[in-house]
């Protein structure tokens, strides 16, 4: 392992910045298997559930306002509106709408939620250029590889430091998703790839507020700004990635060249995409899987004297909220999500409404939930005790989560998902039509019968 | 003083984002002295000439063709341009274009460029708002402030450890310029801050190609798009500028929060901002300085032997390229400084293109500059000995460069500057109206005299 976790400069790195542009550049048009394939499509469509479920939120409403001041062009479709603006802001707003609701895919090797800002960027400048169903997933696959590969290199010291993973990786793959969708050679995309270095986004600091979703949305936007400039012949270094003031030496002390290298063309990170039963951060999933396994087991909350949980360190760092005052911190509450998850037996966006976060018997429930961190326990699990009022005591370890890599959603699971996501949008019908293009993506001529069905 | 230079967080930081945007709300309009108006009419004016002079730079049209793909509103005009374009946009390439020639401002305590950033975002946003000069002015000053405030609060480790500290304070200082100009209320502009503090842009490894221009841009437009969001009810954290994981703490080790609130609203940054002499990086200039006073004083390029320099680490660090091969590379080669300073006693933006930085003569004499780190060197000096083929030795000691505060440009030498810079791009009788346009900024009604004349 050449891990470097020093603070002095490594001259001698790799050229990794080139050797990524001429992977996306030139790798094989599905030079993947099947599972890498269908992956791909899982992805696209869990994400577009997402964005077309949080169409309406606030969040998306005030970014679309400020966009509107420019006059956009309608150059390209929102996902669940009726409004179009021009591709770049599309890719923004459908970024910011796809993570809004904190419901998104997650590649569990380093929590980043790869399909924010990789397929907003792709879905904008295909519908534009009028791109292939084809090119559209050769793109995603490519652009989320870079993104996560550039995340393993530097996580976890990046993350721990305080960057939102998602943005400080996003630009990067949406810049190689959008150089290969716009058919740039490899010294073009080196250049777009190295525009993109230069924009890091998101701080974690901005957790709980409307600008972690903007997190993925301006890293869309960016990323295919970078493709474009670099196609009208604007310059950056090519050694952008890896140079001692590049991005990975600036961002971490802790960078590992080989992930960006090893298996290139072969493993592909998008296998490692994993897709959220709940509405929330991916760290308290086990813990609200576990309550919703106590309520099957018969327990009520009207029973509960007290919750014990034993979990991992990031569990309460992240999501440590003991009194969340509405919807978006409760989705930082893993006491919440534990009152949610025996209350209703679910954690949808619904379960994360601000009266249900306030209702009186959900946060009496919370406030008898205790967690404790146990460093031996992994993140995608949890051990639940549940001790009632008649003295009785039930005992719950979730070893995966339900959404993990071992237990996955099904494709069922997946379309059950994006229902409840997008009907209340466009209607149970044109949702189905909508599920349908998404499965035949990859044989699509273009992305017309899908984009047409994406305002309400 | 409280300088926390340790890697362990700082819970406990005072509450500079909303201090800082308390700050930009409520100070009163041309709240400070006539020094300080009167340095930001220089500061305006400068950076507009620069932004002028490349506005036909390949860079500047790779930027504009990029953004044209967008079909931009017609909104804000482009310095030096006929075309126009929706104002982010024009934030962007006006901002690109003012560091293109790597002869803008510099706020000599921290290297950064401020007007970039700061004035491209409120020219634009002005134009499209019909602002005042005086609500311009007001901006500009307030902008310039929270950008280089913010600039000493992180450097110089923040600069040292990578990061190009005009793009990654530019964001903050747009944002806050843009604000004022938008009337936004403390709690607005705090988001705004916060929304611009997750994007901070620029790293150093792009010295050299176009992506460094591109940082003010970036920033500029970030900025723009920041206030315009926070305009309309995005929210971001309100302790993103100080928290563990908001800005200072993860972009830099080193964080002075003093540097944020002493003498808040009495001394203003704006005060220490420096103009360019000479096209390239501002820590080559006393090496120029020193070769044009050999020229002088009669020294001839045919004469000389060797010249032989002592400098500030700094020198050889960012300028240290010994074999340029073109005008960018140039800017970026203490030798070349000094082979122009001594042949031509001037080095402006003639004197940095390709086919003088390759003419012969010029590379045979920068072949005969040796440079030696010198740690008891001050940034704005250097230590010249030209030896002569003859035996002769000539010294020449620079205490502060032409440019420098001690040794500041006349208001004259801006204006020289700016013809040099305007005249081919606009024609002299046109340079001369923006020049009383510019002197007379704080005045007008609005900026349309100003812009008309901006296009060729």
Known sequence: MTVNTSVTADHNAPAITRQLAEFVANHPSKGWSDAVEHEAHRTFLNW????????????????????QMLQPAPQATLAGRSERVDMASAALINGISSHTFDFDDTHLKTIIHPAGPVASAIMALAEHQGSSGRQVIDALVLGIDVACRMGNLVYPEHYDRGWHITGSTGTLGAAAACSRLLGLNAEQTTMALGIAASQPIGLREQFGTMTKPFHPGGAARAGLMAALLAQKGFTSSARALEAPRGWAQVLSTKYDWREAQDELGQRFEISFNAYKPFACGIVIHPSIDACAQLRAQGVKAEEVEKIELRVHPLVLELTGKKEPQDGLQGKFSVYHGCAAGLIFG???????????????????????????????????????????????????????????????????????????????????????????????????????????????
């Open 346 to 456: 679910r954690a949808g966006e619904e379960e994360f409404a601000d009266h249900i976060v306030t209702r009186e018997d959900v946060v009496a429930l919370r406030r008898k939930v205790q967690a404790v961190v146990d460093t031996s326990v992994r993140e995608e699990s949890v051990y639940v005790t549940a001790t009632l009022k008649d003295g009785r005591s039930v005992q719950v370890h979730v070893e995966h989560a339900i959404g993990s890599l071992q237990r996955p959603m099904t494709d069922a699971d997946l379309e059950a998902k994006f229902h409840n996501l997008a009907d209340p949008i466009l209607g149970e019908s044109k949702v189905e039509s909508v599920l349908d293009a998404c499965w035949g993506l990859g044989q699509a001529s273009n992305l017309q019968v899908l984009l047409k069905q994406l305002a309400p």
């Open 48 to 67: 577009l559930g997402c964005a077309i479920g949080a169409a309406r939120h606030e969040a998306v409403d005030a970014a679309l306002a400020a966009t």
